[in-house]
Nanobody, 120 residues
Framework: QVDLVESEGGLVQPGGSLTLSCKASGGRFMDIDVMGWYRQAPGKKRELVATITTDGRTKFCDSVKGRFSISEDSARNTVFLQMNDLSPEDTAVYYC?????????????WGQGTQVTVSS
């Protein structure tokens, strides 16, 4: 089992910034392939926001390119999502995502979700 602990989201004004973090814990048999973030707005499907592989390859959805950045601290199994120039369209529940090997099995793991609200 891999446990994910996300930082708190919050209320941010349009144009503001917020950083989310997520730490993965799974013991000495855990080997992470990908870390990242998805989000789900009310009435919409969950969508990829950004991911990063352990060799540094990143992927972003088109709507956040140029505004969001993703990084990881592999020594601490932690991923960071820096969100800049936030708009109301970024309002959603953000979910941490990890693809990892654990005891020889590859699995997808999700955080509990954290609310990010962009509003004046």
């Amino acid at each position: 089992q891999v446990d994910l602990v996300e930082s708190e989201g919050g209320l941010v004004q349009p144009g503001g910034s917020l950083t989310l973090s997520c730490k993965a814990s799974g013991g000495r048999f855990m080997d992470i392939d990908v870390m990242g973030w998805y989000r789900q707005a009310p009435g919409k499907k969950r969508e990829l926001v950004a991911t990063i592989t352990t060799d540094g390859r990143t992927k972003f959805c088109d709507s956040v390119k140029g505004r969001f950045s993703i990084s990881e601290d592999s020594a601490r199994n932690t991923v960071f999502l820096q969100m800049n120039d936030l708009s109301p369209e970024d309002t959603a529940v953000y979910y941490c995502y990890v693809k990892a090997w654990n005891r020889g099995l590859l699995g997808d793991y999700w955080g509990q979700g954290t609310q990010v609200t962009v509003s004046s």
